[in-house]
Nanobody, 122 residues
Framework: VQLQAYGGGLVPAGGCLRL?????????????VGWFRQATGKEREFVAV????????YYVDSVKGRFTISRENAENTVSLQMNSLTPEDTAVYYC????????????????WGQGTQVTVSS
């Protein structure tokens, strides 16, 4: 599975962005897909995950109520809608996938995509 995250950019605090993760090589419908982020000088952290069927999602507490992960299986993509962004959300965002949902949640997915930079100005 090859993954590519895109949609990042520069937004003011309170703004929104929609990130997308496009897959090639294999279809994503059997994979759990997650988003992670890494701010400068910090460790990479889990942000959100969605099961292959889309029926279960899980978020890190800091983004609950602001971010929404969804999948568009027909397009082989997974999106992350980010609202009410704050400067603390500034990071490089990565998408990742694994056949096992649990592996994504604990930060050990098999497949990683290249990141996309999100910068939120104060």
């Amino acid at each position: 599975v090859q993954l590519q995250a895109y949609g990042g950019g520069l937004v003011p605090a309170g703004g929104c962005l929609r990130l997308s993760c496009a897959a090639s090589g294999r279809i994503l419908t059997t994979y759990a897909v997650g988003w992670f982020r890494q701010a400068t000088g910090k460790e990479r952290e889990f942000v959100a995950v969605i099961t292959w069927g889309g029926g279960t999602t899980y978020y890190v507490d800091s983004v609950k109520g602001r971010f929404t992960i969804s999948r568009e299986n027909a397009e082989n993509t997974v999106s992350l809608q980010m609202n009410s962004l704050t400067p603390e959300d500034t990071a490089v965002y990565y998408c990742a996938a694994d056949l096992a949902y649990g592996n994504v949640v604990v930060g050990r997915p098999t497949y990683w995509g290249q990141g996309t930079q999100v910068t939120v100005s104060s």
